[in-house]
């Protein structure tokens, strides 16, 4: 047994016994804080499902809100709304079961597992000789990011996104379509971080008849996500539409920057479909094919409103999948590439510090630490995507199943 090899699995069984023990100490701890018990996403969607399952009472029913808000004595009474698909039941629902502080401690632990496995599916699928020493540093980087702990403190809902994603690379770099097209359907269950990458697959996979099943896929995982809500709450898409519109306002960056009548948005969208049209020959383990994948998670951080950073995120595959391609096809920069990562985050961490230490919790530090994580990094992270996407150190496939060995630096995603 090569040594190298044993002192690799070592340090990834060290790696996992730390991160467990980390999440299971930050799950328990976070609920248990001063202020913090109910001061989560989690909380309302564990309420409204142990409601429809105990009572009866709908999901987006306003009831559920306004007993919220007298339990949590939070005035703003729209924030405790189901703003989510009723697929998410499928998750919620059996949560709701059990006691609201095992489930919350059971949540927490799953998103940061999210998370963390959603980088180390594509750091060992790229690169199997992917060093752990670097992988943990960018796990490390990620899990204490502000963005991430922002998530972590109020167990939201995205890393299940960036779990969804990696498993649909998966499926696409075995060519199990089929496999591929119903791990994507699951990034459905928040839809709005996910549209510009299932749409993107969808183009890149319809225009190849061997990657066709993709499509069958995603159409079972969308009924399926469909289905078993409509068991418990009859036409939930009709009133989760509606209940989206007592939604508050909320602007993209683009929207923020300028962007009439969202042209901007709609004009970035258009390129990127054309992209994957450019790059549809390519397989789902080349770098130009990852480098699109990156690009389309980069979009969506820039034209998806949302509240704060939460984006950001899915933003772990994104740096593995960049610090593969340079390392690959641009060697002399990936060092340059590297060091940008740490100091985008200890920007962002001195960004959201230093105000607290100089003025307090007046909410400049929340401002100062988008500037660096919402505007600044995706934009960043997302031209540096366009050399892997554009990179012409490797010719496309002229047929996916013909077992030939990959040119270039292609064969260096095997």
């Not at 999901?59 to 189901?82: K, M």
């Not at 009439?260 to 770098?287: K, W």
């Not at 530090?365 to 012409?392: C, D, K, N, Q």
Request: hydrophobic share 55%; with cysteine.
């Amino acid at each position: 047994m090569n040594p190298e090899n044993t002192t690799d699995r070592f340090k990834l069984v060290i790696l996992a016994l730390v991160g467990l023990i980390y999440s299971v100490g930050i799950a328990y701890l976070l609920p248990n804080l001063p202020n913090q018990r109910y001061a989560n996403d989690f909380f309302a969607r564990w309420y409204a499902s142990k409601m429809l399952l105990t009572t009866g009472r709908g999901l987006y029913d306003w009831a559920n809100a306004y007993e919220l808000s007298q339990i949590t004595g939070w005035p703003q009474v729209y924030d405790f709304r189901f703003y989510y698909p009723a697929s998410l039941l499928i998750f919620t629902a059996p949560l709701s079961l059990l006691p609201y502080e095992i489930a919350v401690t059971f949540w927490i632990i799953f998103g940061l597992w999210c998370l963390w496995l959603s980088m180390v599916i594509f750091a060992r699928l790229l690169n199997p000789t992917f060093s752990v020493n670097r992988l943990t540093w960018l796990l490390l980087l990620m899990t204490t990011s502000v963005p991430v702990l922002q998530h972590t403190v109020y167990a939201q809902f995205n890393s299940l996104v960036a779990f969804a994603l990696a498993l649909t690379y998966y499926g696409l770099y075995r060519q199990k379509y089929l496999l591929a097209g119903v791990c994507a359907g699951a990034m459905l269950f928040k839809p709005q971080m996910a549209l510009v990458t299932i749409l993107t697959l969808l183009i890149w996979s319809g225009l190849r008849r061997e990657r066709r099943l993709f499509w069958l896929g995603l159409a079972l995982t969308v009924a399926l996500l469909w289905a078993v809500p409509e068991l418990l709450e009859p036409n939930w898409v009709v009133t989760f539409a509606q209940g989206l519109s007592s939604y508050p306002p909320v602007l993209s960056i683009v929207d923020r920057v300028w962007n009439p009548y969202q042209l901007v948005s709609l004009g970035l969208v258009g390129i990127t479909v054309g992209l994957a049209v450019r790059l549809r020959a390519y397989p789902a383990h080349s770098i130009q094919f990852s480098g699109l994948l990156a690009w389309t998670v980069c979009l969506t951080a820039l034209i998806m409103p949302i509240f704060g950073m939460l984006n950001i995120v899915l933003m772990g595959p994104v740096l593995v999948i960049l610090l593969h391609g340079f390392e690959a096809l641009y060697p002399a920069y990936s060092r340059w590439v590297w060091w940008s990562f740490i100091v985008f985050f200890i920007a962002g961490l001195a960004a959201f510090i230093t105000p607290l230490v100089v003025s307090g919790p007046t909410g400049v530090h929340i401002s100062a630490a988008e500037a660096v994580y919402r505007f600044t990094m995706p934009v960043w992270l997302g031209l540096l995507t366009w050399p892997l996407m554009l990179g012409a150190h490797a010719a496309p496939l002229s047929s996916e199943a013909s077992g030939h060995s990959l040119p270039g630096s292609m064969a260096l995603g095997r």
